[in-house]
């Protein structure tokens, strides 16, 4: 067998396949390469959204810096082929500061430069994230990080806002009514999951602590809230709370969407609360619509 000399690296990639590149006719320089995405003519049809998905990005929500993941769109003139995509993630860097602050203010000052550098009307952003926060347990008041999941879809035409909408995630847990009722002692629980996508009212100024309102609304409602840290006397005051108020997915739907509609600055909610039952094989869930 002859004997090869892979000593160096490119000496290596050659015995694998690398060949030399060729000698290319085409330009090299971005003044001389054709733009199609730029052309001009009819295309038959404006397209409300185009732009990108699945984008991961540092974000910071209140204290913590977290990981999001982001869509962003503008809308596409009939007359014109395509957007420069590279122009989405320049605009999402022109709003990094150790990460994109995620808030209606930010992401609305971010979407306005995306509008200018992208020539369009209109631009949106869908971006979900971990949202986490400091929890206390409930007696020996032990601080440990809870997390929530978090949604925030924004749009806007020129400078006006068409859409501001606030998505939260959050697991409980849920006792059984009906198991209590029947049941000599004990009585079955499990782990209820609320979700909830709010329309907010564009003319009204959102609370500080908006999140933490709907939030909120949506623990204080079920039969426990979850901690990160539980101590006995802890553990113990949260299974007797959880005994004391036994909910249904359907009470624990219609609770939490009273307090919501108490709130002047919600426009309309979805909601849905599904139990990851503890006694049979498939879950129980309920959803609910409701606009003012």
Same mark, same amino acid.
């Given at each position: 067998?002859?004997?090869?000399?892979?000593?160096?690296?490119? $000496?290596?990639? @050659?015995?694998?396949? /690398? %060949?030399?590149?060729? !000698?290319? #006719?085409?330009?090299?320089?971005?003044?001389?390469? *054709?733009?199609?995405?730029?052309?001009?003519?009819?295309?038959?049809?404006?397209?409300?959204?185009?732009?990108?998905?699945?984008?991961?990005?540092?974000?910071?929500?209140?204290?913590?810096?977290?990981?999001?993941?982001?869509?962003?769109?503008?809308?596409?003139?009939?007359?014109?082929?395509?957007?420069?995509?590279?122009?989405?993630?320049?605009?999402?860097?022109?709003?990094?500061?150790?990460?994109?602050?995620?808030?209606?203010?930010?992401?609305?000052?971010?979407?306005?430069?995306?509008?200018?550098?992208?020539?369009?009307?209109?631009?949106?952003?869908?971006?979900?994230?971990?949202?986490?926060?400091?929890?206390?347990?409930?007696?020996?008041?032990?601080?440990?990080?809870?997390? $929530?999941?978090? @949604?925030?879809?924004? /749009? %806007?035409?020129?400078? !006006?806002? #068409?859409?501001?909408?606030?998505?939260?995630?959050? *697991?409980?847990?849920?006792?059984?009514?009906?198991?209590?009722?029947?049941?000599?002692?004990?009585?079955?629980?499990?782990?209820?999951?609320?979700?909830?996508?709010?329309?907010?009212?564009?003319?009204?100024?959102?609370?500080?602590?908006?999140?933490?309102?709907?939030?909120?609304?949506?623990?204080?409602?079920?039969?426990?809230?979850?901690?990160?840290?539980?101590?006995?006397?802890?553990?113990?005051?949260?299974?007797?709370?959880?005994?004391?108020?036994?909910?249904?997915?359907?009470?624990?739907?219609?609770?939490?969407?009273?307090?919501?509609?108490?709130?002047?600055?919600?426009?309309?909610?979805?909601?849905?609360?599904?139990?990851?039952?503890?006694?049979?094989?498939?879950?129980?869930?309920?959803?609910?619509?409701?606009?003012?």
């Amino acid at each position: 067998m002859t004997q090869i000399d892979l000593s160096t690296r490119e $000496a290596r990639w @050659r015995h694998f396949g /690398s %060949v030399d590149p060729i !000698k290319g #006719t085409k330009p090299t320089e971005k003044e001389n390469m *054709p733009d199609l995405q730029s052309s001009k003519k009819d295309f038959l049809f404006e397209i409300e959204h185009v732009g990108i998905k699945n984008l991961i990005y540092p974000v910071r929500i209140d204290d913590f810096q977290t990981v999001g993941n982001f869509e962003f769109s503008t809308s596409l003139n009939q007359d014109e082929k395509g957007i420069n995509m590279s122009r989405i993630i320049e605009s999402v860097e022109k709003h990094y500061d150790n990460g994109v602050n995620l808030d209606f203010e930010s992401l609305k000052a971010l979407l306005n430069t995306l509008q200018s550098v992208m020539f369009q009307n209109t631009a949106s952003v869908d971006v979900d994230a971990k949202w986490f926060f400091n929890r206390y347990s409930p007696i020996t008041k032990q601080k440990a990080v809870g997390h $929530a999941d978090v @949604r925030y879809i924004l /749009s %806007v035409n020129n400078s !006006k806002v #068409t859409r501001k909408s606030l998505g939260i995630k959050v *697991p409980v847990t849920t006792l059984c009514p009906c198991s209590k009722e029947i049941s000599e002692y004990s009585a079955h629980n499990q782990r209820g999951i609320i979700t909830v996508l709010i329309d907010l009212d564009t003319e009204i100024t959102l609370p500080s602590d908006y999140k933490d309102i709907v939030l909120d609304g949506m623990e204080a409602n079920a039969s426990s809230m979850l901690y990160p840290i539980l101590k006995r006397t802890d553990e113990k005051a949260v299974t007797e709370r959880a005994y004391e108020n036994p909910r249904f997915v359907e009470d624990l739907i219609r609770l939490v969407a009273a307090d919501l509609v108490e709130l002047d600055w919600i426009k309309g909610f979805e909601i849905e609360c599904r139990n990851e039952e503890s006694i049979h094989q498939h879950d129980a869930f309920a959803r609910l619509k409701y606009n003012k």
